[in-house]
């Protein structure tokens, strides 16, 4: 599939600075710098780069959580306004589904775990059986249908995570958005998570857009590789080629700060 399904031009967030005296103007702290970026539908893309590089900044723009200071996002060709109510909104967020890094933080604990994933399902007025879909995506998550009626102290990291991605695919989006799925898991839950991130876009066409600091997430989950680096994206290609043939210094650097045993 060649079709583009998000697309960003010029996008760019600054945030108010520091003043040098009481009478100057406030100088603007660029997070991120006029970019563009074309994700086609049906690819899995990875975002990586240091902490502070500007990778969530970039995820949260492209997705409507926060406005930007300058250039558009379109999702298949619609404009995305920030700037609108959250009811203008829901097309987008029927179309979206998002994990954050930490399923612990991310789940109300006060919420059955029936609740959390069934959430977007009435939230965005989606139609049909909601418990039925709600046992459907447990079950692809690998989680039996009486995780439903309990809460998320009850589980452990990998399978809270499990809950996180159910809750993101109930209302079967098109793009799935991690902003580091996988960073609070230990080696084996984060191998098995990823698995189940392949089989779910193997098996639905999910197009998908990761945000990680562990380039091996990328390299086995992403067609391809944008890195980022003070704000600005310095290349973006073929994992293949970025990862095993870089053109650009910091890549070279930053993947050779990988710890090898």
Same mark, same amino acid.
């Given at each position: 599939m060649?079709?583009?399904?998000?697309?960003?031009r @010029?996008?760019?967030?600054a945030y108010p600075g520091?003043r040098?005296?009481?009478?100057?103007r406030?100088?603007r702290?660029?997070?991120?710098?006029p970019?563009?970026?074309?994700?086609r539908?049906g690819?899995?893309?990875g975002?990586i780069?240091?902490?502070?590089s500007?990778k969530s900044t970039l995820? &949260?723009?492209?997705? @409507?959580?926060d406005r930007?200071?300058a250039?558009? *996002?379109?999702?298949?060709?619609?404009?995305?306004?920030?700037?609108?109510s959250?009811?203008s909104? &829901?097309?987008l967020?029927r179309?979206t589904g998002i994990?954050?890094?930490?399923p612990? @933080?991310?789940?109300? +604990?006060?919420? =059955?775990v029936?609740?959390?994933v069934g959430e +977007?399902?009435?939230?965005?007025?989606?139609p049909g059986d909601h418990r039925?879909?709600v046992?459907?995506?447990?079950?692809?998550v690998g989680?039996d249908a009486a995780?439903?009626d309990r809460?998320? !102290?009850?589980? =452990?990291?990998?399978?809270?995570q499990?809950?996180?991605?159910?809750?993101a695919?109930a209302? &079967?989006? /098109?793009?799935l *958005?991690?902003?580091e +799925?996988l960073s609070?898991l /230990? *080696?084996?839950v984060r191998?098995q998570?990823l /698995?189940?991130l392949?089989?779910?876009?193997r098996?639905s @066409?999910?197009?998908?857009?990761v945000?990680?600091?562990d380039?091996?997430v990328?390299?086995?989950l992403?067609?391809?590789?944008v890195v980022?680096h003070?704000?600005?994206?310095v290349?973006?290609?073929?994992t293949?080629q970025?990862?095993l !043939?870089?053109?650009?210094?910091y890549?070279?650097?930053l993947i050779? =700060?990988?710890?090898?045993i």
């Amino acid at each position: 599939m060649t079709d583009v399904l998000l697309e960003a031009r @010029g996008l760019a967030r600054a945030y108010p600075g520091d003043r040098p005296h009481p009478f100057a103007r406030r100088a603007r702290a660029w997070a991120l710098r006029p970019t563009d970026l074309a994700v086609r539908a049906g690819d899995a893309v990875g975002i990586i780069g240091e902490s502070g590089s500007g990778k969530s900044t970039l995820v &949260r723009l492209l997705t @409507g959580l926060d406005r930007p200071t300058a250039g558009t *996002v379109a999702f298949d060709g619609r404009p995305v306004d920030a700037a609108a109510s959250a009811r203008s909104l &829901r097309w987008l967020r029927r179309r979206t589904g998002i994990v954050f890094q930490d399923p612990h @933080g991310s789940l109300d +604990p006060r919420m =059955s775990v029936g609740r959390i994933v069934g959430e +977007p399902l009435w939230a965005l007025d989606v139609p049909g059986d909601h418990r039925a879909r709600v046992r459907e995506v447990l079950a692809r998550v690998g989680l039996d249908a009486a995780a439903a009626d309990r809460y998320p !102290h009850e589980f =452990s990291g990998g399978q809270r995570q499990r809950i996180a991605i159910a809750r993101a695919i109930a209302h &079967r989006p /098109d793009l799935l *958005v991690g902003d580091e +799925p996988l960073s609070a898991l /230990d *080696v084996t839950v984060r191998a098995q998570i990823l /698995d189940l991130l392949a089989e779910l876009r193997r098996e639905s @066409g999910l197009t998908l857009l990761v945000v990680s600091h562990d380039i091996g997430v990328v390299q086995n989950l992403c067609d391809e590789t944008v890195v980022m680096h003070a704000g600005e994206v310095v290349e973006h290609g073929p994992t293949t080629q970025v990862l095993l !043939h870089p053109r650009e210094a910091y890549t070279r650097r930053l993947i050779a =700060s990988i710890p090898t045993i």
